[in-house]
């Protein structure tokens, strides 16, 4: 999708891998599968505001963390 999509998504992956959380448990924690946490982290998904904090308190970061360029 869009360059900005792709590097929030590589965040996402990125922190989660990090905090030894798999897709699956982040989906659990956010309310959606494990294939659509994949095309978030893809950057194949445009998400929604809530959504988007959500993974920010599953993952337990600010959003400036995921959103910054």
Same mark, same amino acid.
């Given at each position: 999708?869009?360059?900005?999509?792709?590097?929030?998504g590589k965040r996402i992956r990125d922190i989660r891998?990090?905090?030894?959380?798999?897709?699956?448990?982040?989906?659990?924690e956010i309310g959606t599968d @494990?294939?659509?946490?994949?095309?978030?982290?893809?950057? /194949? %998904?445009? #998400?929604?505001?809530?959504?988007?904090? @959500?993974?920010?308190?599953?993952?337990?970061?600010?959003? /400036? %963390?995921? #959103?910054?360029?």
């Amino acid at each position: 999708m869009s360059n900005e999509l792709e590097s929030i998504g590589k965040r996402i992956r990125d922190i989660r891998n990090n905090v030894a959380m798999s897709q699956s448990e982040l989906a659990f924690e956010i309310g959606t599968d @494990k294939a659509y946490v994949s095309r978030i982290e893809r950057g /194949e %998904v445009n #998400i929604g505001i809530l959504l988007f904090i @959500k993974i920010c308190a599953a993952l337990k970061v600010k959003p /400036e %963390v995921l #959103i910054l360029f």
